[in-house]
């Protein structure tokens, strides 16, 4: 038996697979690389020493999707495939709701035809808009704020009806915080295309060279250094949440949401001198204009996920910028960079 993971090749994916494979799990991978590269699943295979099968098919493809089910024995599904850029989302909102929607609609569907229940879904703090108050538990109110998140709100009520219509379904929706970090070895991290839109990756370009300087979005915010607050989470410590989660669907049927975070909110500054402590390296910045659409804070509660997936975050905010430096100032070209020089050292 076999666990499908759509999305393998993203930056979240990649590492779940890791998790996966060393734990003696079966996986087959389906992404159309439309924001990865197949480079990240040879270095997988490298990490793990184990060969798996990937699709290189794109989930609105629904014959190519069915072929894959028809071809394994599919027990879950970790689905991570997805386009996930706040900004863009805004500007071509039809492709974001084809993409996201349709896709989970079309791999549901194959699912529920080959009697395939157990799913693990990429959901995001994204779904609870403007929260009221930190720390955020999981029956705070569900809204949204872009057509980005508005797929994964819309998509958590998909699956619940799902749900409804199908006692045997069970299904996680890990809403995930701001995930940063890399595997420890440097091998396999976030490779965003073009200029980053998110934090971290945008730091660690500044720390290599490729941007000047970072812009902090706003210093005016009610916190008490007057930045932004997020959770971030170590991307491993994300990827085992994932195999906690699919034990527990694997176990029992049901549809059940979990944050996915520290605890632990960080502003903008912070993460910048946690970065600096990390690496040794200066990070330039300057205070410019809030971003549009960007809240104060945002913090999980993760009491939930350890009570009933066992799961809960272990590394700290000095590991993730250690990881997340460690893989950028290796891979300065991000899976471009030739990974022979350092595989043989
Ligand atoms: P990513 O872009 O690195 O990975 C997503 C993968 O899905 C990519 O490999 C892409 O090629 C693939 N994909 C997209 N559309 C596809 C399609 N139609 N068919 C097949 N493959 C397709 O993103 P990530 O950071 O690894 O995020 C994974 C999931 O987690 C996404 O659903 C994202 O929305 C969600 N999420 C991410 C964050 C974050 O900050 N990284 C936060 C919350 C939620
Ligand atoms: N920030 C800067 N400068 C930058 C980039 C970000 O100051 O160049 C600030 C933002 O204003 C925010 C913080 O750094 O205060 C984090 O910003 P990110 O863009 O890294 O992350 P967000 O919290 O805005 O968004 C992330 C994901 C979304 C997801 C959301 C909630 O990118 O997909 O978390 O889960 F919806």
Redesign the pocket.
């Known amino acids: 038996m076999s666990i499908l993971v ?8 990649s590492h779940t697979c890791i998790d996966l494979l060393e734990s003696n799990y079966e996986i087959i991978v ?7 590269s197949p480079e990240a699943l040879d270095r997988v295979r490298t990490l793990s020493n184990r060969n798996f099968k990937i699709y290189d ?4 493809d629904r014959e190519n999707v069915d072929q894959v089910f028809k071809e394994n024995d599919i027990e879950a599904v970790i689905h ?5 850029a706040v900004g863009e989302s805004v500007q071509i909102p039809l492709h974001y709701y084809h ?2 929607i349709t ?1 989970t609609v079309i791999l549901t569907h194959i699912m529920q035809k080959y009697g395939v229940y157990n799913l693990v879904f ?5 779904v609870y808009g403007i929260p009221d108050t930190v720390p955020i538990t999981e029956d705070m109110p569900l809204s949204a704020t872009n057509p ?1 998140g508005r797929t ?1 709100l819309m998509i958590e009520q998909i699956l619940s009806d799902l749900y409804v219509s199908n006692n045997k379904w069970s299904i996680a929706l890990l809403r ?4 940063i970090g890399a595997h420890e070895s440097g091998l396999i991290g ?1 490779d965003p295309n073009g200029i980053p839109n ?1 934090l971290m990756p945008y730091i660690t370009q500044v720390a290599v060279g490729k941007l000047n300087e970072v812009n902090v979005f706003g210093s005016d915010y009610s916190t008490p250094d007057g930045t932004g607050v997020r959770d971030y989470i170590h991307v491993v410590d994300l990827a085992r949440g994932h195999l906690k989660a699919l034990e527990k669907v694997k176990s029992s049927s049901g549809i059940e949401a979990y944050n996915l975070g520290t605890g632990k909110g960080y502003s903008v500054l912070e993460v910048i001198h946690a970065f600096e402590n990390a690496s040794g390296q200066k990070i330039s910045y300057k205070i410019v204009e809030r971003r549009a659409g960007d809240i104060t804070e945002c913090y999980a509660d993760p009491t939930k996920a350890e009570r009933e997936l066992g799961w809960k975050a272990e590394k700290g905010i000095e590991e993730m910028c250690r990881d997340s430096w460690n893989w950028q100032s290796k891979n300065p070209e991000g899976y471009k960079t030739e990974s022979k020089f350092f595989l043989s050292r």
């Open positions: 759509t999305g393998g090749a993203g930056f979240i994916g389906l992404d159309n690389f439309s924001n990865s098919v794109d989930l609105l991570f495939a997805g386009l996930k993409n996201n896709g990429s959901s995001s703090a994204t980005y994964k995930y915080f701001n995930p976030e998110n």
